[in-house]
Every structure is written in C-alpha cells, then in structure tokens.
C-alpha cells in the first residue's frame, strides 16, 4: 500500500524558511510522479505549489518559483521554503501518481495525483 507522511510544517515570520518533507512507503519515490499542494485558509481545493516527475524535471507556480524549491531522496520527497509570506499559509499536502516523464515537469492539477498524504500545517505570520 502507497503511504506518504508529511512533516516539517510550523508557524514562521515572514521572510523565514521551513522546510517540509514528505516520507514515502511501499515504492522509493523516484518512481513516481510527486507534487506538493496548499490548501489556504477558508478555501477547500488545494493548489499545486510544485511537482517533480521521475526522471527529475521539475515545474512550479508561479508563487512559488523563485522561492521554493522541491527535491527528492529514495525515500522522502522535499519542499524548502525560502522568503515566506503570509499569502504561503496554508495546510500542505504530498501527493503522488504513477511516475512517468513530463519534460516541462508535472502538471500540477490535483486530478493527475492518486495518492495523497495527511497534510502539514504552515502558517506564516507578518
């Protein structure tokens, strides 16, 4: 059975950093599709933030490029978050597919994903 486990989430200052980390069982990660979403606060659909395919390639949102930057191990799926703003609060959610190569990176609609993790909160105050 897919597990994914997600932690490292906390309550920062604006402009801190976390970094959130999701462990992933039954299959290393590398061989699936991975992405990270945020649900925010008073709104119920939850927003890709990144993805990572399985070969690497890499896609992020707009908000987050720059900023965050999503890597992988063979057993845990990262998301480092540099210069948070109060607009990154929300809970965030691991997610993974079937893995496969996109070139431009992962789409990041939550429709592509099958598998989804139990959420870390993160809440960034200014």
């Known amino acids: 059975q897919v597990h994914l486990v997600e932690s490292g989430g906390g309550s920062v200052q604006a402009g801190g950093s976390l970094r959130l980390s999701c462990a992933f069982s039954?299959?290393?990660?590398?061989?699936?599709?991975m992405g990270w979403f945020r649900q925010a606060p008073g709104n119920g659909r939850a927003e890709g933030v990144a993805?990572?395919?399985?070969?690497?390639h890499t896609r992020y949102a707009d908000s987050s490029a720059g900023r965050f930057t999503i890597s992988q191990d063979d057993a845990t799926l990262y998301l480092q978050m540099n210069s948070l703003k109060p607009e990154d609060t929300g809970m965030y959610y691991c997610?993974?597919?079937?893995?496969?190569?996109?070139?431009?990176?992962?789409?990041?609609?939550?429709?592509?994903?099958?598998?989804w993790g139990q959420g870390t909160q993160v809440t960034v105050s200014s």
């Open positions: 993805g990572i395919d399985s070969d690497g």
């Open positions: 039954g299959y290393t990660v590398s061989s699936y599709t």
């Open positions: 997610a993974a597919a079937v893995g496969r190569t996109w070139l431009s990176g992962p789409p990041l609609a939550r429709s592509v994903y099958k598998y």
